[in-house]
């Protein structure tokens, strides 16, 4: 029904910045617009965790981690989420991952509650 696919992760220095997209496709013709959209990440060893979300009213949500140096943000028009990830840190090394679901799972869920997730792109910060 929906289908997400992540693109823009990669390798940069600690400071750098790097702005991850998720193109969505589905039945919506705004999938983006339509549900409640999320970022997570994932490092060797640790669990899924979610950084980002963006409820259907415009509504954003950020862990404390990346909260003044992440952005989450929508085009409607192009059906893209974007995460633009600013001042990066050796420590948000992981695989990144865009998911929708119908609403916004509450706070603290765990990451199966989301319906639809993407493929993950991979981002290396070094020092």
């Known amino acids: 029904q929906v289908q997400l696919v992540e693109s823009g992760g990669g390798s940069v220095q600690a400071g750098g910045s790097l702005r991850l997209s998720c193109a969505a496709s589905?039945?919506?013709?705004?999938?983006?617009?339509?549900?409640?959209m999320g970022w997570f990440r994932q490092a060797p060893g640790k669990e899924r965790e979610v950084l980002a979300r963006?409820?259907?009213?415009?509504?954003?949500w950020y862990t404390d981690s990346v909260k003044g140096r992440f952005a989450i943000s929508r085009d409607n028009a192009k059906n893209t989420l974007y995460l633009q990830m600013n001042n990066l840190k050796p420590e948000d090394t992981a695989m990144y991952y865009c998911?929708?679901?119908?609403?916004?799972?509450?706070?603290?869920?765990?990451?199966?509650?989301?319906?639809?997730w993407g493929q993950g792109t991979q981002v290396t910060v070094s020092s």
């Open positions: 589905g039945y919506t013709v705004y999938t983006v617009s339509s549900y409640c």
């Open positions: 998911a929708a679901n119908a609403y916004c799972p509450s706070l603290g869920s765990k990451y199966t509650s989301w319906a639809y």
């Open positions: 963006l409820g259907l009213s415009g509504n954003t």
